[in-house]
DNA sequence: AGCACGCCGACT
DNA sequence: GTCGGCGTGCTC
């Protein structure tokens, strides 16, 4: 009998071993991955089929082995070299194999069984009349059903677990008042179709290959085809009005019917002559919405793309695994670099896989793509809705795409033969995946390149500490690209200390140098940029009388002030309050915003100067693609003098246009506590500078900060990574934290504050104890403390930090841990492990 | 995750 | 006494 090893899409440890699924031959085999429906304990889950099963399986002392019950679609949904790298992923973040695959997979594959009741005729007419002798939950419950007739699992499975609830459904059941059954939450992609039409082959050989003047083929209507109606007639002029433009293909009925609306009756007659062939063809949903931004080939190469291009080529002509740092200041040309090294791997028949961190629903990186590759190009991004994803995972499986580009989940795109694996703003924060699970898409491109045997180019002006550190000790080559395309200079960066005396208006958050360069800007008719860290309009609400500021009810964290909509929001949770309130502490009136925000220095430009077009973009305004888009048109086209934004204008954006950039607070980041803070204030400094003056005009930046003589500021204002590098690697080397130590990271929370810390400092205690016995000297045990932002969405956290050189102590850590795990936290405290993490909060 | 089993306090 | 809540362990 065959057996298969199967990941199944729960939190299951091990992977499991399924027999052959009734309905397939002996001989036939169920191939590596293939989804499946499995039983798993009473239950149904989907299953990814790995490949042959244990040999001893099923012999007695074991386990029964229990059949695959059904295949979920025709075709494997991944490709079986990418086996091992999943193996590995589940092995390095700690986490169950078959999550690793989910998470792994466009979202929406993951079927399972749920609970279906349904009343039945009998209840329908009974039930109402028992009704009213229940009460407590069991009552809720049944109201329910009455007023929906169909409840579902997620309902149930609680309220199933109350016994009168059950003993109740059993009687119903019984009294065959309720049907409970096994449903399959299944969802189906339909693939689009479309219809195409075109001149069935007897009428186009009536009138020949050169129907392109109308007259003529209007005269072999006449002749040929008499009997037509005016409406006929009409669709045929149509058809060769829409052929002869798009060059002699099928034409959608969609356009025909659009340009003409009596169209759909005559096609139908049409067909039914024999004139006309209607197909219907698979086409995929347009991820991009509108077309985007065209951009043409340069005509020429800088000498430093020349130079970069010529070390990349003997890796990409022969692919073999060596990681590459592309460092190369913003508005270096770094983006043709990555659009020729593609071109020069899928010439060789390999493909290629971009990754870009996920900026604000868009890319102008991917415009560039889609420019250069067209058709050949795949997009998965968060925008897509999850049938286009679905879409572009079959064009990606099937090898009509070769090129990818996506944020951080499309380093697990089905690409089979990798030659080239990009980067983009390798830096990025937003590369880490922060829940579930805790991965690196830049840390899973590196590997993934090295499963596939291809080079990997990181690509950035900023690059991370960990990054850059590798170029030192040779394990990845690094490229330099230090000068702007067309000789523009960098803008010249004015530091201005927010500490002394700073403005003639001390109520508004700007210094004097920073109006008077925005009224200059506004004279020259030219286009500012300000940044700013936060979103909201005050980044808190304050007591003026006892100094109490407002938080959430259920995170501990201070709530945002968001005037537009009159309310404070959690930016945890979502929690709100209405902005008028007296102090809970003291029941003072005095309530007011503190801090800055977007909002806030939008509304202080527009009374500053009053007659600029000011523009805002952040999370809040960008709501949606097509609101981004519109505003990002909006500044190209010059009909925004000054636009507000967060972090999201920082990166990667080009605006031509803009000479001035204001850093509205500079040193805001630098008090959170998380040893990064001095690298990612740099980094954002440097990215913001570098969307000053990308245009013919040179650029200028204006920092406003408390702290003018930090080395980020410092470093930031000279346009000096190297002196940053230094001064930082220095830092860490003396504290020990990464690249010189590894960390994991060990999360507890519970709704319950006492339980968390016990078994955080049972934990503790345990590993601590570990280390000593196994004298594992060069691990150390930070904490148990309580995580910066304690208290999250009702549930207390603390947090526990492995600090070590070698990874692999840290994961037998772990792995003893995992074992140890129940005895130390029992009920509800989870426990999470994030390996490399990059936040503490 | 779900689902079952088994252990214990608080009610008819 | 058992009812109903919760903690523990397993799933091929």
Redesign the pocket.
């Known amino acids: 009998m065959k057996?298969y090893e199967?990941a199944?899409a729960?939190?299951?440890?091990?992977?499991?071993?399924?027999?052959q699924p009734p309905g397939l031959g002996p001989e036939e085999t169920v191939g590596p991955g293939m989804r499946v429906l499995?039983?798993?304990?009473?239950?149904k889950?989907t299953g990814y089929v790995l490949g042959p099963?244990?040999e001893s399986?099923?012999q007695e002392g074991?386990?029964?082995?229990?059949?695959i019950l059904e295949l979920l679609d025709p075709e494997p949904v991944f490709p079986d070299l990418l086996i091992p790298f999943y193996r590995w992923i589940a092995e390095y973040y700690h986490f169950p194999l078959g999550e690793v695959i989910r998470t792994a997979l466009p979202a929406g594959l993951t079927t399972?069984?749920?609970?279906v009741i349904r009343l039945t005729e009998q209840g329908r007419t009974h039930l109402p009349a028992a009704d009213s002798r229940f009460s407590g939950?069991g009552f809720e419950w049944i109201q329910a059903l009455l007023a929906k007739e169909v409840l579902t699992?997620?309902v149930?499975?609680t309220l199933?677990?109350?016994?009168?609830v059950q003993?109740l459904l059993g009687k119903w059941q019984e009294s065959g008042w309720i049907s409970i059954e096994d449903e399959l939450g299944r969802k189906h992609f339909q693939d689009k179709k479309q219809s195409f039409v075109g001149f069935a082959q007897e009428f186009a050989d009536q009138v020949g290959k050169d129907y392109s003047r109308e007259e003529e083929f209007l005269a072999v209507l006449d002749k040929r085809h008499p009997e037509l109606k005016k409406s006929e007639r009409k669709t045929l002029s149509l058809i060769r009005e829409l052929r002869l433009q798009a060059g002699g293909v099928s034409i959608p009925r969609s356009e025909i019917t659009r340009r003409y609306s009596g169209a759909g009756k005559a096609l139908k007659n049409l067909e039914g002559r024999g004139i006309v062939s209607v197909q219907e063809r698979r086409v995929y949903r347009d991820p991009f919405g509108e077309a985007p931004h065209y951009f043409p080939r340069p005509a020429q190469l800088t000498a430093e793309q020349e130079a970069v291009l010529a070390d990349l080529m003997p890796f990409l002509q022969i692919p073999s695994f060596q990681p590459f740092l592309l460092h190369g200041v913003t508005g270096c040309g770094k983006t043709e670099v990555y659009l020729q090294a593609a071109e020069q791997v899928l010439a060789g028949e390999r493909s290629v896989l971009i990754l870009v961190p996920e900026i604000a629903l868009s890319s102008q990186l991917e415009a560039h793509f889609y420019s250069r590759f067209g058709d050949m190009l795949a997009v998965l991004h968060s925008g897509l809705s999850a049938g286009e994803r679905h879409d572009q995972w079959q064009r990606i499986i099937s090898g009509q795409a070769g090129i990818v580009i996506g944020a951080r989940s499309a380093v697990f795109a089905p690409l089979t033969s990798p030659g080239l694996i990009i980067v983009d703003e390798e830096h990025e924060p937003a590369y880490k995946q922060e829940d579930g699970l805790r991965y690196n898409g830049r840390d899973l491109a590196i590997l993934r390149a090295r499963f596939a045997a291809c080079p990997v180019l990181l690509g950035t002006a900023t690059p991370s500490v960990t990054t850059y550190r590798n170029t030192r000790t040779g394990k990845y080559k690094l490229l330099e690209m230090p000068n702007r395309i067309q000789g523009q200079s960098l803008p010249e960066v004015q530091v201005v200390d927010l500490g002394v005396g700073r403005s003639s208006r001390p109520d508004l958050l700007f210094s004097d140098q920073l109006i008077s360069a925005l009224w200059e800007n506004m004279e020259k008719r030219q286009q500012s940029l300000l940044f700013v860290n936060r979103r909201g309009f005050a980044s808190f609400m304050m007591c003026r009388d006892c100094g109490h500021i407002v938080q959430c009810r259920h995170c501990q964290v201070s709530l945002t002030l968001h005037r537009s909509r009159q309310k404070l929001v959690c930016h945890y949770c979502g929690f709100s309050l209405p902005t008028r309130l007296v102090c809970p502490a003291c029941s003072s009136a005095k309530v007011e915003g503190m801090g800055l925000g977007s909002e806030r220095i939008e509304e202080e430009v527009r009374q500053l100067i009053p007659h600029a077009r000011v523009a805002r973009m952040d999370s809040d305004t960008a709501t949606s693609r097509n609101q981004y888009l519109k505003t990002l048109r909006a500044v190209h086209q010059h009909e925004v003098d000054i636009l507000v934004g967060t972090q999201m204008i920082a990166k990667g954006l080009h605006f031509p246009g803009i000479t001035l950039v204001g850093v509205v607070w500079a040193d805001s980041g630098l008090g959170i506590p998380d040893f990064r803070a001095s690298e990612r204030t740099f980094q954002l400094l440097a990215q913001v500078t570098g969307r000053a003056g990308r245009g013919e005009h040179p650029g200028r930046v204006i920092i406003q900060t408390y702290q003018p003589h930090h080395y980020s500021v410092q470093c930031a204002r000279m346009h000096d990574y190297s002196a940053f590098y230094k001064r930082e690697e220095t830092l860490r080397r003396e504290l020990q934290y990464p690249p010189f130590s590894r960390l994991v990271n060990i999360r507890f929370s519970s709704p319950d504050e006492h339980r968390v810390r016990e078994c955080a400092e049972k934990v503790g205690g345990f590993l601590r104890r570990t280390i000593a016995r196994q004298g594992m000297t060069e691990v150390e045990i930070l904490g148990p403390a309580p995580a910066p932002l304690v208290r999250i969405k009702d549930r207390t956290r603390w947090q526990l930090l492995l600090k070590g050189r070698h990874p692999k102590s840290l994961h037998n850590l772990c792995y003893l841990l995992a074992e140890q795990n129940?005895?130390m936290?029992?009920?509800?405290v989870?426990l999470s492990i994030d390996v490399d993490p990059e936040s503490m909060m």
Do not use: I, M
């Open positions: 057996t199967v199944v729960a939190p299951v440890p091990k992977t499991l071993t399924y027999g499995v039983s798993l304990g009473r239950r889950v099963g244990e399986a099923g074991g386990f029964a082995v229990k059949p399972g069984s749920r609970k939950a699992a997620s149930t499975a199933r677990r109350k016994p009168p003993r129940k005895e936290c029992p009920g509800k989870t």
